[in-house]
Structures are given as structure tokens and as C-alpha cells.
Nanobody
């Protein structure tokens, strides 16, 4: 079992930036594929970004490509999501997820550990 704790959410104006953090414990962090998902009000949870175990490879949803950057620090057992150029449509609860069975994937059903979520609200 992996425990995940997100932080860094909040209220920001459109065009602004936020950095989300997710601290992991309970398993060897470097063996986990990590990802961020989000769920906007009235919508299904969707993939945002994923990073491979080594941190060398990343993959993004088209909606955030070029604006968001996912990274990880295996020495600190932490994954980050740097969000720049925030838009109103980025408003959502953001979830950190860890997979013990995949190397890097956007498929929600392959992530077997989830954080509690952190709210990101973008205002005009």
C-alpha cells in the first residue's frame, strides 16, 4: 500500500501558476509510476500527466501540453506538477496516483493508489 498526500492547491487568477506536490510513503518510490489526474465539477476524472519511474520520460494530455510539467524527485519520494498559464477550465480537484504494476500509463485503472486530492481553482 502506498500513501499519497497532495499539497499546493489553491486559488489563482487565469494566467497564473501553481505547483502541486505529492509525497509518497509505504513503498519504494523509484519503483512506482506516478501520475496526476483531475476531476472538474460534473465531469469524469481525467488524465493530466504521467512520469516514468526514472523520471526521464513523461507524457501529457493534449489539454495541458506545453503548460504543465510533471517531475519527480526519487530522493524525496515526491512528484510535482508545475502548472503555468492556468485557464478557467483547469479548475478541478487534482489527484496524485501511483502504480505498482505499470511503468508509465495514462490509464486510470492501472493506478492502484490514490491521494485524497487538492483543489485548484482558477478565477478570471
Amino acid at each position: 500500500q502506498v500513501q499519497l498526500v497532495e499539497s499546493g492547491g489553491g486559488l489563482v487568477q487565469a494566467g497564473g501558476s501553481l505547483r502541486l506536490s505529492c509525497a509518497a510513503s509505504g513503498r519504494t518510490f523509484s519503483r512506482l509510476a506516478m501520475a496526476w489526474f483531475r476531476q472538474a465539477p460534473g465531469k469524469e476524472r481525467e488524465f493530466v500527466a504521467t512520469v516514468a519511474r526514472s523520471g526521464e520520460n513523461t507524457y501529457y494530455a493534449d489539454s495541458v501540453k506545453g503548460r504543465f510539467t510533471i517531475s519527480r524527485d526519487n530522493a524525496k519520494n515526491t512528484v510535482y506538477l508545475q502548472m503555468n498559464g492556468l485557464k478557467l477550465e483547469d479548475t478541478a480537484v487534482y489527484y496524485c496516483a501511483a502504480s505498482t504494476i505499470a511503468t508509465m500509463t495514462s490509464r486510470q485503472n492501472l493506478y492502484d493508489n490514490w491521494g485524497q486530492g487538492t483543489q485548484v481553482t482558477v478565477s478570471s
